[in-house]
């Protein structure tokens, strides 16, 4: 059983302010509470128990508010880097933590997102198929409003911001111990490392569930609106 998390949560949420003038995206509230305690209750109702936080730009305030992590029933090691080592450096980096030591899986997750994924299943799915990474995938929805026209240019309907034909990345992953060595320094995992994986041993998880990753205020909305209709098991 998976009981190891790596949460990334150094970002600086620029794209946010002025919600992140004095605080991390990750610690930037929800519905009453900062998207990290969001992710973090979720990943704890999936068995995960023990957290590598790795943080940067004002990493005093992710401190200060979980400490050792004992008051929310999690063990908490911090990871902090002095400079930015990119995801995949801060990955690589937090794969030394004590809390890593003989895992044999963890889960790694971008810190700014909000899901109700079954993450059991994502982690039956890896263990399964003996993967050394596996990522979670969803649907590409439009920003915007499709326009149908006819062979002719008539306006004929329109959809709006319909589901895509297309997967993209969801931020949230299972790596195998054997992943580290292929993790780079200071760089993204994603360009470093995951070229580098045999397709054999590289899967993706569909998931057809709400997914939002907090980029921009109105993906701040909409989370909030997810969380306050009651259709979250994320208490």
């Given at each position: 059983?998976?009981?190891?998390?790596?949460?990334?949560?150094?970002?600086?949420?620029?794209?946010?302010?002025?919600?992140?003038?004095?605080?991390?995206?990750?610690?930037?509230?929800?519905?009453?509470?900062?998207?990290?305690?969001?992710?973090?209750?979720?990943?704890?109702?999936?068995?995960?128990?023990?957290?590598?936080?790795?943080?940067?730009?004002?990493?005093?305030?992710?401190?200060?508010?979980?400490?050792?992590?004992?008051?929310?029933?999690?063990?908490?090691?911090?990871?902090?880097?002095?400079?930015?080592?990119?995801?995949?450096?801060?990955?690589?980096?937090?794969?030394?933590?004590?809390?890593?030591?003989?895992?044999?899986?963890?889960?790694?997750?971008?810190?700014?997102?909000?899901?109700?994924?079954?993450?059991?299943?994502?982690?039956?799915?890896?263990?399964?198929n003996q993967a050394l990474v596996t990522q979670l995938v969803i649907p590409y929805l439009s920003r915007w409003g499709i326009v149908e026209i006819d062979?002719?240019?008539?306006?004929?309907?329109?959809?709006?911001?319909?589901?895509?034909?297309?997967?993209?990345?969801?931020?949230?992953?299972?790596?195998?111990?054997?992943?580290?060595?292929?993790?780079?320094?200071?760089?993204?995992?994603?360009?470093?490392?995951?070229?580098?994986?045999?397709?054999?041993?590289?899967?993706?998880?569909?998931?057809?569930?709400?997914?939002?990753?907090?980029?921009?205020?109105?993906?701040?909305?909409?989370?909030?609106?997810?969380?306050?209709?009651?259709?979250?098991?994320?208490?």
């Open positions: 059983m998976i009981q190891t998390a790596i949460i990334l949560a150094g970002g600086k949420g620029e794209r946010l302010r002025p919600y992140t003038d004095d605080k991390p995206k990750v610690m930037v509230e929800i519905a009453g509470k900062p998207i990290l305690l969001w992710q973090i209750n979720w990943l704890k109702s999936h068995g995960i128990c023990k957290f590598i936080i790795t943080l940067s730009y004002k990493y005093e305030v992710v401190q200060d508010f979980f400490r050792s992590g004992k008051k929310f029933g999690i063990e908490i090691d911090y990871s902090i880097e002095e400079q930015p080592l990119g995801r995949g450096g801060a990955i690589k980096k937090a794969f030394g933590s004590p809390l890593a030591k003989n895992e044999e899986n963890v889960v790694v997750t971008n810190g700014d997102i909000i899901t109700k994924m079954n993450l059991l299943k994502m982690m039956n799915f890896h263990e399964k062979p002719d240019d008539h306006v004929t309907g329109f959809k709006e911001k319909p589901q895509l034909p297309y997967w993209i990345n969801g931020g949230i992953y299972v790596f195998n111990k054997d992943t580290e060595p292929l993790l780079p320094k200071k760089g993204d995992h994603e360009q470093k490392t995951f070229p580098k994986l045999k397709k054999e041993r590289y899967f993706a998880f569909k998931d057809m569930g709400f997914w939002r990753a907090v980029d921009v205020v109105k993906d701040k909305t909409e989370a909030e609106e997810f969380l306050l209709k009651g259709k979250s098991k994320l208490s």
